[in-house]
Every structure is written in structure tokens, then in C-alpha cells.
């Protein structure tokens, strides 16, 4: 199996910044993407940003400008700068990464959660 472990988060004040992390462990041939989404209190589920292991990334609309996404592959590790923080990224963050086993299946796996709450 695989396990995604996040860290960070927390209680910031508007314009503060942030650091997140995720590290997947388990049984593990690659990651190609790995990510971030968040999900606000009656909110759908919503890209943070992603990065696939060539180093290319994807922004959610929201967030470009404010956040960056790094990743190490041989660690296995990809964190989220949050810088700028608003209100409205209070949510509860989540790591997601599409992962290939060693003996050839590939699937989805989510962490369970980190919350980041804005506010003065």
C-alpha cells in the first residue's frame, strides 16, 4: 500500500505565508503527478497545483502568482509555499499523488488532509 503524509498548515493571518509538505511512502516504482488540492466548508474539491515528475506544473486559476509547488522524486516529497494568504484559501488541503507499482498497477491515492485556516 501507500501512504501520503502531510505536514503544515495551520492558523495565518491574511498576507502571511505558509509551508506545506507531503511525503509517499509504501510500495512505490514512481509518481508522475503529485499535488495539492483543497476543499472548502459546502465547497467541490478543487486544484491547488500539481507537478508530474518532468517538472511540469499545473496552477488552479485562484492561486497563480501566490503559490509554488516544488517536488524531490527520490525523496518522494512535494511541498506547496502558500505566500500572500486571503480568507478565502481557508480550506482543507490535501496531497494526491498517481503512483506505479513495482509489480505494474497504478492508482490514485490521496492524504488525509491538512487544514489552513486565514484569518485575523
Known amino acids: 500500500q501507500v501512504q501520503l503524509v502531510e505536514s503544515g498548515g495551520g492558523l495565518v493571518q491574511p498576507g502571511g505565508s505558509l509551508r506545506l509538505s507531503c511525503a509517499a511512502s509504501?510500495?512505490?516504482?514512481?509518481?508522475?503527478?503529485m499535488g495539492w488540492y483543497r476543499q472548502a466548508p459546502g465547497k467541490e474539491r478543487e486544484l491547488v497545483a500539481t507537478?508530474?515528475?518532468?517538472?511540469?506544473?499545473k496552477y488552479g486559476d485562484s492561486v497563480k502568482g501566490r503559490f509554488t509547488i516544488s517536488r524531490d522524486n527520490g525523496k518522494k516529497t512535494v511541498s506547496l509555499q502558500m505566500n500572500s494568504l486571503k480568507p478565502e484559501d481557508t480550506a482543507v488541503y490535501y496531497c494526491?499523488?498517481?503512483?506505479?507499482?513495482?509489480?505494474?498497477?497504478?492508482?490514485?491515492?490521496w492524504g488525509q488532509g491538512t487544514q489552513v485556516t486565514v484569518s485575523s
Open positions: 494526491n499523488a498517481d503512483v506505479f507499482m513495482p509489480w505494474g498497477t497504478e492508482s490514485w491515492y
Open positions: 509504501g510500495s512505490i516504482l514512481s509518481i508522475n503527478d
Open positions: 507537478m508530474n515528475s518532468g517538472g511540469s506544473t
